[in-house]
């Protein structure tokens, strides 16, 4: 039986009788674990929904930008950085769902070892609320994947901002989006820089840079 992906984790039949099961027997500490569990999930799935937003409203965003306000070099950068966060979090996405899958799967298990068995089989519900560490671990990447998020959405928003001021002609973007502090290389070396570091500093760098070229024109 596979998870509704859209399914609230804590509605699925599986989890319920799970819940049900452990009521009936008093123990209330491991249903309350396994409340807690159900909470990282939906938790960790909300914050994804709202990136998954998030990155359209500032799809939408950059292509409205004209290149005479960001560099086309700028532009795409951004529109890069803002790529390799959309993987991640549709990385995160297909990471959440297994694991939803996987508790769905042991509370099933144990609710039908319980029928069997009688309260002792209930105890094993500790296979449920063991994957609270691969939770905690996705919970970090998410996290970590909003924050950079906010980097690039304050990045292109001041850069919108500086389109209504018309401070192009007094202060012209950078053609080049490397790590600080060495802005002033250029495309070349900022591509360099990307297939060291790789994406999550990449985005880091394009919102430093920004934030930079902003502050400038102030």
């Known amino acids: 039986m596979e998870s509704n992906e859209n399914e609230v984790l804590s509605d ?38 709202s990136m ?11 292509v409205s930008m004209k290149e005479d306000t960001v560099s086309k ?9 803002l790529g390799a966060v959309s993987k991640q979090c549709d990385i995160l996405k297909e990471q959440i769902r297994e694991v939803k899958q996987e508790i769905c799967e042991k509370a099933e298990k144990i609710v039908e070892r319980a029928k069997q068995k009688g309260r002792v089989a209930l105890y094993k519900v500790a296979e449920v609320t063991g994957v609270r560490k691969k ?10 994947a ?27 973007l950078l053609d080049g989006v490397v790590a600080e502090p060495q802005v ?6 900022f591509e360099q820089y990307q297939r060291e570091h790789g994406a999550e500093q990449v ?13 400038k024109s102030r």
């Open 184 to 189: 002033e290389y250029g495309a070349e070396l």
């Open 73 to 81: 070099h700028m532009k795409e950068q951004l529109q890069k950085a």
């Open 146 to 172: 909003v924050d950079r998020m906010e980097s690039l959405e304050q990045s292109v928003g001041e850069y919108h901002r500086q389109q209504g001021k018309g401070s192009q002609s007094e202060n012209p």
């Open 12 to 49: 699925d039949k599986r989890i319920v009788e799970l819940l049900e099961m452990l009521t009936n027997h008093q123990m209330q500490s491991q249903a309350a674990d396994v409340n807690m569990v159900c909470g990282y999930v939906e938790a960790i799935e909300k914050q994804l929904s």
């Open 135 to 144: 939770l905690l671990s996705i919970k970090d990447k998410v996290d970590r």
């Open 203 to 215: 985005v880091e760098a394009v919102g430093q840079v920004a934030r930079q070229e902003v502050g």
């Open 52 to 62: 998954t937003e998030e990155i359209k409203s500032m799809r939408k965003e950059l």
